[in-house]
Structure formats: structure tokens, C-alpha cells
């Protein structure tokens, strides 16, 4: 992605992107319905209280959607949320959904699933893996790697579908143990890895992680590397600005997080026009 640098008006940084914006995307449509069917305003719990945009949630001096990246993926995310998950805004599927053009979102129910998911998960096209830790699996369920070309029906080739099971750790085990349409399919356990990066939340276990860096190990483990390093460095620049404007501080534009997404992008360019046709 290339960001034009103009002269913006008051209140936003003269070396701020220009807008980005796209249309929609799945957690943004999920958060829509579920406020509509709200019966009182939602009020996140240690937040500035401040007018959000509506494209990135954060207060428009220090708006991200100019950044907002578009990775080419073989691999899919699917998100089954906990009821009120898509309203918050340090919620990182909502990243998952700017940057993978392949991202669904569905609300949990265990008596109700979305009929829309049902399908999405009986369809011959994706080979659907649930992210979760194998310690709760049964252990024939239980995988620790990913085949990025596993064939289908009639020799087709079926995606990497990953169903993460977005929430508190509470919800996330109880949507786990209570899903049977989840049952027949593999439990993709993580290898340990390194502390958490995310900052906006606290956590009472150091070795969970956020639900965008859980989505960025997956596309690793599926041959989408380029992808997971480029959402990676996105998270980076969301906590950034999120915790700047937290802390009434402006954005640094050309600090750390932004050149490593501006480096992730570029490497994912290069990597993508060098696998691309050859020219005739």
C-alpha cells in the first residue's frame, strides 16, 4: 500500500496518510447488528470517552484508516465471537477483518448457531482447523501444523479455513466446550511462543495472546507469512495510536511501529510480484 502524503486540515498531522477507507468488512457489520439490538448504549469500561470513527474506533486525530492494509491470503479466519466482543474497541479480530479480505464473524450461540456458519463450515472449498489448546481436546483432535493444499472433493484444492473462538479466556473455554458443530473438526494447538505484545488489556496468563496474534501464528503455520508479519506490525501501529490517544498524545508518525508496517508491506509487494505470472 502506498500513502500519499498531503497537507491536512487542523487537528491532524501534516504527515498523516490520506484516508483509506473500504467498504464494511464482517466484524464491522456484526458490531452494526449488535448494537441495534442493543437496549442500552454500551459503554466500554476504561476508554476515553471521546467521539470515535467509525472506521478504525479510534478518536479521529488520531484515525487509522489511511493505514489499513489488504493482504493476499490462501488461508481464511473465521470468528465466533462472545455477545459483546465486537463492541469493544480494543477488540483485534476488527484488524483481522481491515487486513484478511477472506474474514467471517459470526456471535456465539450454542443453541442457535448462524445458519450462515453451518454453512460456511460444511462447505467442500475450506479445510476448517478450530484454534484452541490441545490440552482441552481430546487428543486424536488434536494438530500442530496446517496443510496448506489439502485435497477435496474430486481433486480440489481446500483452504485453510481458521475458527478463532474470540473473547476472555472464560468465554473463549466455554464456546469451546459447548459448540458440538465444532466437534468433528481439528483442534490446531500453538507451539509456545514468546510473550504477548498486545498492551490494551491485562491478562492473568502471560502466554495468551490476543486474537490478532493468534490470527498471525496461523497464516505462518499456512504459508502466509507475509501476511502474519504484515498483521503483526499492524497491531503495533493500533496500539500505538490507541494508547496516544488514551494518553491525549499525539501520533508519532514516523516512529517505530509505522516503519515496520510500512517494511512488512513492502516485503509482502515484492513477495507477491515475484510469485505473480511471468511477463510474455
Known sequence: MSCRRTIEPAGRAADAPTDNR???????LLRAARLASATKPFTARGGFKRERCEGCRLVPTHCMCALRPSVHTRA???LLMADI????PTNTGWLIADAVADTFAFGWSRTQPDPALLALLDDPAW????VFPGEYAAPERVVNTVEPHAAGHHGAIRR???????GTWSEARKMFSRSPYLNPMPVLSLAP???SQYRLRRSRCGDHFCTSEVAARCLDLAGDEAAGTTLQAYLGVFTHHYLQAKNQLP?????AAH???????????????SSGPSAT
Open 127 to 130: 479445510d476448517p482447523y478450530v
Open 193 to 195: 511462543a514468546g510473550a
Open 85 to 88: 466482543e465486537p463492541l469493544k
Open 76 to 78: 481464511a479466519v473465521c
Open 160 to 166: 485453510p479455513l481458521f475458527i478463532l473462538l474470540d
Open 22 to 28: 473500504r467498504m464494511p468488512h464482517a466484524v464491522s
Open 251 to 255: 501520533v508519532a508518525w514516523q516512529g
Open 259 to 273: 516503519r515496520q508496517l510500512d517494511e512488512a508491506l513492502a516485503r509482502q509487494r515484492s513477495g507477491h510480484l
